[in-house]
């Protein structure tokens, strides 16, 4: 008899438990670029490496990357190859290129600016800093990710008239080993092992909402335990 009624409590306990290790999925994730370091040329900045910031880290849509800059530094995304390798923005179509912040050469003082920038396409995406007529972007301050599918948008984030969150193809394809190139000025001094106040820190993803992560989290346990409790009853 108690066999019996365990045999048809088991499915009911497999549900539970699929519902709650399916549940606990990754949230979306906001990467600050450079990490303490921030957004900035080398010139500025000797120890940023953007291409060793990037590596090793898995982008998807609805992500955010965090610039944390100054007024005398621009936020360039673009999908097309050619305005990344030319470091220039000034060309860029309206479609494929957007400058979500822009520098202020004739400010007398310099400000900090923080700039949220949303990943809202599948594929390869560039940003960089084309201001001083691209010097900021070939000393350094560039980089190149992808970007995958993951979760997909938001619904916060959706725009209605585009449902593929496919990247545009850029109209001239390039050889993406051979731009933009880095200026290394002379007196650059290449760290070797060196800890210094503005070495980079490891990069820790923040969740966009730790609040629901940690709700989830409680509630896969609370599934379990009834589950348990289920059973055994």
């Excluded at 994730?29 to 500025?44: A, P, Q, R």
């Excluded at 610039?67 to 000034?90: E, G, L, M, P, R």
């Excluded at 490891?202 to 896969?220: A, C, H, R």
Aim: glycine content about 4%; some cysteine.
């Amino acid at each position: 008899m108690e066999q019996s009624i365990f045999n048809s409590r088991l499915p009911w306990l497999v549900l539970l438990l699929l519902i709650s290790f399916l549940g606990s999925v990754d949230a979306y994730k906001n990467y600050t670029v450079g990490d303490s370091l921030g957004w900035f040329d080398i010139l500025e900045k000797p120890h940023v490496n953007y291409d060793k910031w990037v590596a090793h880290k898995n982008f998807s849509l609805g992500d955010f990357l965090i610039f944390n800059t100054d007024n005398n530094h621009s936020v360039i995304q673009t999908y097309n190859f050619t305005t990344y390798k030319n470091c220039d923005y000034d060309n860029a179509l309206d479609n494929d290129t957007v400058q979500w912040s822009s520098a202020d050469p004739s400010s007398t003082s310099t400000f900090p600016v923080s700039v949220a920038v949303p990943l809202l396409k599948v594929g390869s995406t560039y940003f960089f800093s084309s201001d001083y007529d691209g010097e900021q972007c070939e000393n350094g301050q560039h980089f190149k990710i992808n970007v995958t599918y993951g979760q997909g948008l938001p619904r916060s984030l959706k725009d209605p008239s585009d449902d593929d969150s496919m990247a545009p193809i850029s109209p001239i394809s390039g050889d993406e080993e051979s731009a933009p190139d880095t200026i290394v000025p002379a007196s650059f001094d290449h760290p070797r092992d060196v800890t210094t106040d503005d070495s980079p820190e490891p990069s820790n993803s923040v969740s966009l909402s730790i609040f629901s992560k940690f709700l989830g989290t409680q509630l896969n346990w609370i599934l379990v335990v009834l589950a348990l409790a289920f059973s055994i009853c």
